[in-house]
């Protein structure tokens, strides 16, 4: 099927029962895969997520002169061998650039490796302003000529370093985006860069764990204040496992919840997730955690409340388990309130929410979610990745049937979602692109 042909056709109302596997993390495997255009040897990713966003990165990388082998594992995760030895241009222009926002991250990587680096605009999801401006004023303080966001000509930047130096960046808000773009350049830069009010994310954190292991010299990442002293070369040749994806995990908690079902979820970080975890105890959820494993379940006597949330940079609540939890807010009692502090246009998915009964308000970036006794089918779109996953969790929980049109974008970041709630017991299809099933089964 073309990637827009499709929909999800999901009948709810059947609570998720067992046992599910996390898949690598997309935030940091597309970070790590650009920064592998970096290295002089080869390297060996494991725990890839096979999910369209990958494959795009991949497809960008090979325009660049890259070599890739890409094998499914027993996990039904990708192992991806890696050879960026034969990279001869540092122009990323092709269609693929656009497709998604994380071929930014290229900028900052070919910048390290040529000295020089052109690229197209990102794409990605649409859910606000979303500039690259403190990305190009960290490598202008790194001597990168071009880097001036009025000079981005017909939606490509050129940038070019002769040569890179390291250098103290300030960033005036925390950005991941723009940390692990800084965190990039600096690896080979001369001399070392300070980036100060850094993001924290656990996908930063694996990006530097991934080029230390390379043979860059990366301190302080998981801090608000990371030293990077650059290198002369990056030999590689090693082996490295990607981490579970947190916003995998957590929408599969909140998939759990809203069905009133019975799920351990596996391969996972617990501590990553804490700031789902704690809110939802607080609503009345039973979450239980082992080393590697977090249970959600709900006692039958327990009632579930509503509560107030907040986006925030990590270890804060993250923006993109917002749209999946104002679904577990629908669902409770009283009155609840999501704020919205890290993008200003993430509510654009609402009104496909308000037609399987949702009662929300919005007022500027502030949703108030009134409880509701449940869900009801309808057709609704997917507007973005998340809250694609979104309405996938309202309509396991929805009753009658749900057509989730745009069904492409959630598969951009999540690994063969519909086998894995198949598993869990949903009822759920992929089906030729809707125009009004709902209506003629009506």
């Not at 990708?78 to 034969?86: A, C, N, S």
């Not at 794409?123 to 500039?131: A, I, M, S, T, V």
């Not at 292991?213 to 204040?225: C, P, V």
């Not at 949330?309 to 749209?323: C, E, H, M, R």
Request: proline share 4%; aromatic share 8%; net charge negative.
């Amino acid at each position: 099927m073309d990637e827009s042909s499709y929909s999800y056709k999901i009948t709810g109302g059947v609570p998720l029962k067992g046992d599910i596997n996390i898949s690598g993390s997309k935030n940091a495997v597309l970070g790590i895969l650009a920064a592998a255009m970096m290295i002089d040897g080869t390297c060996t990713l494991e725990n890839v997520p096979d999910i369209a966003d990958v494959r795009v990165m991949i497809e960008i990388c090979q325009s660049l002169g890259a070599k890739f082998e890409v094998n499914e594992s027993s996990e039904d995760t990708l192992t991806v061998f890696i050879d960026p030895r034969d990279i001869n241009t540092y122009e990323a222009t092709g269609p693929g650039v656009s497709r998604i926002r994380a071929s930014y991250y290229l900028l900052g990587a070919l910048l390290s490796r040529c000295g020089k680096a052109t690229l197209r605009m990102p794409g990605g999801c649409d859910f606000g302003q979303r500039p690259i401006d403190l990305h190009l004023k960290a490598f202008k303080l790194m001597g990168a000529k071009g880097a001036d966001p009025r000079k981005v000509n017909g939606g490509v930047i050129t940038l070019n370093a002769a040569p890179l130096h390291g250098a103290k960046v300030f960033l005036d808000i925390v950005s991941v985006g723009a940390t692990i773009n800084i965190m990039l350049a600096a690896t080979k830069a001369q001399g070392q860069t300070i980036i100060v009010n850094a993001a924290k994310e656990p996908h930063i954190v694996d990006v530097a764990n991934f080029l230390n292991s390379m043979g860059a010299r990366i301190k302080g990442a998981g801090t608000d204040t990371i030293r990077i002293t650059g290198v002369s070369e990056l030999p590689g040749n090693f082996t490295y496992s990607i981490i579970p994806d947190q916003i995998e995990a957590g929408t599969y908690m909140v998939a759990a919840a809203t069905t009133g079902g019975d799920v351990t979820i596996h391969n996972v970080i617990p501590t990553h997730m804490d700031p789902l975890s704690s809110k939802m105890r607080e609503m009345g959820y039973t979450i239980d955690e082992g080393d590697d494993y977090i249970r959600v379940y709900k006692d039958p006597e327990e009632e579930i409340w509503g509560t107030n949330f907040k986006t925030a940079p990590y270890p804060g609540f993250p923006t993109d388990l917002q749209p999946q939890t104002v679904v577990l807010l629908c669902l409770s009692k009283g009155l609840s309130k999501m704020d919205e502090d890290v993008w200003e246009n993430r509510y654009q998915y609402i009104p496909e929410l308000s037609k399987m009964g949702a009662d929300i308000n919005i007022f500027d970036h502030i949703a108030l979610v009134n409880g509701i006794d449940c869900f009801y089918g309808a057709e609704v779109r997917a507007t973005d990745l998340r809250a694609g996953a979104a309405m996938v969790c309202a309509a396991l929980a929805a009753e009658g049937t749900t057509y989730i049109s745009d069904a492409y974008r959630i598969d951009r970041g999540y690994q063969k979602i519909v086998e894995k709630l198949r598993a869990l017991g949903a009822q759920i299809e992929v089906v030729e692109d809707t125009s009004s099933f709902v209506d003629s089964e009506a």
